[in-house]
Nanobody, 124 residues
Framework: VQLVESGGGSVQAGGSLRLSCAAS?????MAWFRQAPGKEREGVAA????????WYVDSVKGRFTISQDNAKRTVYLQMNSLKPEDTAMYYC?????????????????????WGQGTQVTVSA
């Protein structure tokens, strides 16, 4: 499955951005990860493409929303109330296996497909 992301950019703190990720084939789960310079890649939001169940890490709960358009095989990440600490390269990831991990946000190897990344920069 190939993933193509779009929607990154630069905003001031408190602003909003929406990321998009289009998949070339079917998936079971899709997620958004981010990686800041010098830090490990971490998952921030995920969605079950079949049932629509969503997962978020605490640092983005209430600010980020993951959603999908199944007809377009596209997943979105709406990011509101952005903070400078949200600055990172954001990656879309997809998993085709049916099992899931409670610690999915730390398991980059659980996702077999990755997008090229899109930069999000939040200035104070």
């Amino acid at each position: 499955v190939q993933l193509v992301e779009s929607g990154g950019g630069s905003v001031q703190a408190g602003g909003s951005l929406r990321l998009s990720c289009a998949a070339s084939g079917s998936t079971r789960y899709m997620a958004w990860f981010r990686q800041a310079p010098g830090k490990e890649r971490e998952g921030v939001a995920a969605i079950s493409t079949g049932g629509g169940t969503t997962w978020y890490v605490d640092s983005v709960k209430g600010r980020f929303t993951i959603s999908q358009d199944n007809a377009k095989r596209t997943v979105y990440l709406q990011m509101n109330s952005l903070k400078p600490e949200d600055t990172a390269m954001y990656y879309c990831a997809a998993r085709r296996m049916s099992d899931w991990y409670i610690d999915w946000n730390r398991r980059t190897t659980a996702f077999g497909s990755w997008g090229q990344g899109t930069q999000v920069t939040v200035s104070a």
